[in-house]
């Protein structure tokens, strides 16, 4: 019997995975809280769950079939060596530049704070400008209140984090949701498991 592993991104994705694996029967049998590989209610499939920016590490290096990642994670990371085949749909929000409140681009080169730096450079490249990157990992939102950046580049959902600290989003990048991807190699070795489960999962979408 063909077993395929499908690793999924910890957290708020993690929180709108199961629902959707639920209604196919395919939920977690364990304490995904604290076990790292969990095994399904399905013989043949099991989990990993690990931090969102390793999905596609693991599953490019075929310790991992399938992976469930957003599409920020994927583009900052690079995505030509994944076969992405479903958008998921969950875990949706906007890749958006935000600054305070009546900003003005500055006369000098332009700051930008943010975790995804490869998405920031190709995004004003794209346009001829070249910026500064101060990469963070985590509340980018302080940047701006305290000098250390002119802007950043951050997922918005509601935009309720940016109102909080008194920033406004000034552009959109991009779409955000989470999408299935899929091992090259698995593609061809594993096709009818990997297919028959596209299949259901694809169905499934909210
Ligand atoms: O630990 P690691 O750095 O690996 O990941 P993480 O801690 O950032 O993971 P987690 O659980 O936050 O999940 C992040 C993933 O969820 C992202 O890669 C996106 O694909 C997806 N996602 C969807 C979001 C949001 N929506 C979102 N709103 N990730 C983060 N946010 C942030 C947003 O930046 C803001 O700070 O949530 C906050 C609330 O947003 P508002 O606009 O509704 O206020
Ligand atoms: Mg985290």
Redesign the pocket.
């Known amino acids: 019997m063909t077993t395929l592993t499908l690793a999924l991104?910890?957290?708020?994705?993690?929180?709108e995975s199961l629902p959707l694996l639920a209604r196919l029967g395919l939920e977690p049998a364990g304490d995904f809280d604290r076990l790292l590989r969990v095994p399904s209610r399905e013989p043949g499939l099991s989990f990993l769950i690990i931090?969102?920016?390793?999905v596609p590490t693991y599953v490019e290096h075929g310790a991992a079939d399938l992976g469930i990642?957003?599409?920020?994670?994927l583009m900052e990371h690079g995505s030509e060596a994944l076969y992405e085949p479903l958008d998921l749909g969950i875990?949706?929000?906007r890749l958006s530049v935000a600054a305070i409140q009546g900003y003005r681009p500055p006369a000098r080169r332009l700051r930008v704070a943010t975790?995804y730096p490869e998405i920031t450079r190709r995004h004003y490249a794209a346009r001829g400008e070249q910026v500064e990157i101060i990469k963070l990992?985590?509340?980018?939102?302080l940047a701006p209140l305290v000098g250390l950046a002119d802007v950043i580049v951050?997922?918005?959902?509601?935009?309720?984090?940016?109102?909080?600290n008194g920033l406004v989003e000034i552009e959109r990048i991009c779409e955000?949701?989470?999408r299935l991807v899929v091992n090259k190699a698995a593609m061809k070795m594993k096709h009818a498991a990997i297919r028959a489960l596209l299949e259901r999962i694809g169905a499934a979408r909210p």
């Open positions: 991104s910890k957290g708020r994705i993690l929180e931090r969102p920016t390793d990642v957003g599409k920020d994670v875990a949706v929000c975790k990992y985590g509340s980018m939102e951050d997922l918005v959902n509601t935009g309720n984090t940016l109102k909080a955000i949701s989470s």
